[in-house]
Each structure stands twice: as structure tokens, then as C-alpha cells.
């Protein structure tokens, strides 16, 4: 178990279903700390680096045209093993594999239209941070802290 940081992104058809509240109350809850955020309108050039992993996949085009449609929020989010916990409270990538309780499990039914997305390793989430904040990210000690962490 470690402290990391990870990548969350609330898709355009989770910003324009009004669950970005929702969403983030679930990663505050748990103990996670936030670092970042901003809503942000991205070019199809930069997801298409987002999503480079998948580029030759018959949904590629589509999946770039929907990232691509409108704002979504992008997150870091703190905490112990963040990375796998987050994919764990986001759910599979088909909602209808998604256990009840998660994000996904939750709030919606189709592959793509899955509202949210998490970094799939330390590594990856590295990259995505840099991808999204190029600005760099917020250092804090949270209140809270002590009472989160042993
Ligand atoms: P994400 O990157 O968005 O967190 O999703 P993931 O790791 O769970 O899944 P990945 O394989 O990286 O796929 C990225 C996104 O592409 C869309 N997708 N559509 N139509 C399809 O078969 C299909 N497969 C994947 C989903 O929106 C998925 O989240």
C-alpha cells in the first residue's frame, strides 16, 4: 500500500447529466484527497494523445468525437493506492459489468457513454497528470489527514 495520486475524469455526458457533485462526493467521502480540478472543453488532437493506447480500435473515432463534445472535469485525486481504488469505486469499463455501488454500476448502462474514467496505473497516471496539468497541481495538508492515514 502506498500513497498515489490518480487521474479522474468526469466525461461530457456525466458533466451534462448533472452527477460531477455526485461524483466527487464519492471521492471526498472515501478519503481521497483532491489536488486538482478544472472544467475544461478539449481538442480532439489532445485526447487522441489521451487515448494514443487505443488509436486502431474500431471505437476510436467515435470515442474522440464524444471526449470531444462538450466540457468535462478533470481531477487528481490523492490517497492510499488511489489508483486501483479509484478503478475499483469507478467500476468496469461496461456499466452493465459494473457492480451496483459503483460509479458506473450506478449512474449509467452503456460502454460508450460510460461517464468517467480513471487512470489504469501509477504510470499511466503520471503521464495523464502531466497531460492535464501541464500547470502543475496544488501541495496541502489537509485537516484530515491524521484522521484518514495511520
Ligand atoms: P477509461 O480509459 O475511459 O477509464 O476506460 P477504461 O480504461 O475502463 O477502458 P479503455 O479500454 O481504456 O477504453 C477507453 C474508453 O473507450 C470506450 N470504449 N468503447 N465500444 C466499445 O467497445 C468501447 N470500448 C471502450 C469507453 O468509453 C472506455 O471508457
Redesign the pocket.
Known amino acids: 500500500m502506498s500513497i498515489e495520486r490518480t487521474y479522474i475524469?468526469i466525461?461530457p455526458d456525466g458533466v451534462q447529466r448533472g452527477l460531477i457533485g455526485k461524483i466527487i462526493q464519492r471521492f471526498e467521502e472515501r478519503g481521497f484527497k483532491l489536488i486538482a480540478l478544472k472544467l475544461t472543453q478539449s481538442t480532439e488532437a489532445h485526447l487522441e494523445d489521451h487515448?494514443a493506447?487505443?488509436k486502431g480500435?474500431?471505437?476510436f473515432p467515435?470515442?474522440i468525437k464524444?471526449m470531444a463534445s462538450g466540457p468535462v472535469v478533470a481531477m487528481v485525486w490523492e490517497g492510499l493506492d488511489a489508483v486501483k481504488t479509484g478503478?475499483v469505486m469507478?467500476g468496469?469499463?461496461?456499466p452493465l459489468q459494473s457492480p451496483v455501488g459503483s460509479i458506473r454500476g450506478d449512474f449509467c448502462l452503456a460502454?460508450?457513454?460510460?461517464i468517467?474514467?480513471?487512470?489504469?496505473s501509477v504510470d499511466s497516471a503520471e503521464k495523464e497528470i502531466k497531460l492535464w496539468f501541464p500547470e502543475g497541481v496544488t501541495q496541502y495538508t489537509s485537516a484530515l489527514e491524521s484522521w484518514i492515514l495511520e
Not at 460502454?111 to 460510460?114: A, E, L, P
Not at 468517467?116 to 489504469?120: E, F, I, R, V
Request: hydrophobic letters at 30%; glycine letters at 12%; one cysteine or more.
Open positions: 475524469m466525461k487515448y493506447d487505443l480500435k474500431p471505437f467515435g470515442l464524444y478503478r469507478l468496469a469499463t461496461n460502454v460508450g457513454r460510460n468517467c474514467h480513471g487512470s489504469d
